[in-house]
């Protein structure tokens, strides 16, 4: 299903979290769009959702098992969470809720802290916010692993809204950049060819900076592994803002202790939050972020607008924007 039909009054839920941490400026967008006589409550999480898991039918935010089981008259759910791996147990899955979400609209503050992150590795920034004072003492060894990107390769595992803006970034610091995605599409934002899967090791190759930009499903759950990482171009960088689980951590480790990989410019990691002793806290080849580049003070204005638009479009029997495909898992 692609849309609901709203020709009623509806119970509206807005659940507070993470990426929407005070939802007070928009509950009027919200009900001057909801169909006349709704109600709209908004509570600050998921526990304190329960309460009216029994009225709810159409939902801004996110849910887990047992919340879908509390919710029988559940429709729709607009996702406050760019990843829906959450949302993918088999009840909801097999179920005629609909899920929509953030589609296209978190990639420009995931590519900045990507790139971020990147010219941290390339330009020994995080060596020298390491060191703090002793820095200087260390200069020549820094400018020795210092380099420039401009003529460099970037190659992007994924060609969605993530990958696009990594593009586009790679264009403005002069990379030659390639892509590699599981859908057919059209080279843009700079991008020189999008080949498909079967490229893949082709793209790892040539790429001296290698972007995932994927979402976790059960196809790419430590999908680079040893064996992806050895194809890699040897001195390459890693950058991954999207999901830790998509990498196998021991093997990242591994490459990263061996030389193969010049760096990785992280943003998630396997298994996160990571004890303090884990190596990735250690290497000195790794940039690392506690998994913050989804915050941007835009992200809640641009996907309460969506979901806004949504409303309006379920009362005009036009489509949803952003409708998830819970069988794919993006």
Request: aromatic share 6%.
């Amino acid at each position: 299903m692609t849309s609901i039909e709203l020709n009623g009054p509806v119970n509206i839920l807005v659940v507070e979290g993470l990426t929407m941490m005070d939802a007070s400026p928009f509950i009027d967008d919200i009900r001057a769009a909801a169909p006349p006589g709704s109600t709209v409550e908004v509570v600050s999480g998921l526990r304190d959702a329960f309460a009216h898991a029994g009225d709810v039918e159409v939902m801004l935010g996110i849910l887990n098992e047992d919340f879908f089981a509390a919710a029988p008259n559940l429709r729709w759910i607009h996702a406050t969470a760019s990843g829906v791996d959450m949302f993918m147990f088999e009840r909801f899955v097999e179920s005629d809720v609909v899920l929509t979400g953030e589609k296209g609209l978190v990639g420009g503050h995931l590519a900045d802290t990507g790139w971020g992150l990147l010219l941290a590795l390339t330009r020994q920034i995080h060596t020298a916010v390491r060191l703090g004072p002793d820095a200087w003492n260390h200069r020549v060894e820094m400018r020795r692993n210092e380099i420039e990107l401009a003529g460099l390769t970037m190659g992007l595992v994924g060609f969605g809204g993530t990958g696009r803006e990594m593009a586009r970034r790679a264009v403005a610091f002069g990379m030659k950049t390639i892509a590699v995605d599981w859908f057919p599409a059209a080279p843009d934002h700079g991008v020189v060819e999008v080949w498909g899967p079967d490229r893949l090791d082709d793209l790892l190759a040539q790429a001296d900076v290698v972007s995932v930009n994927l979402p976790l499903t059960d196809q790419t759950h430590a999908m680079f592994d040893s064996d992806l990482f050895a194809k890699m171009k040897p001195g390459s960088y890693l950058v991954n803002v999207t999901r830790g689980e998509i990498v196998d951590g021991d093997a990242l480790v591994a490459a990263l202790r061996s030389g193969h990989l010049a760096g990785a410019a992280l943003d998630v990691a396997p298994g996160e939050p990571l004890p303090p002793e884990h190596p990735l806290f250690h290497l000195p080849n790794v940039a690392m972020t506690p998994h913050t580049a989804g915050a941007s003070q835009l992200r809640a204005p641009r996907n309460v607008a969506r979901f806004v638009r949504n409303l309006v479009n379920a009362q005009s029997g036009l489509p949803f924007e952003g409708v998830v495909d819970k069988r794919a898992g993006f």
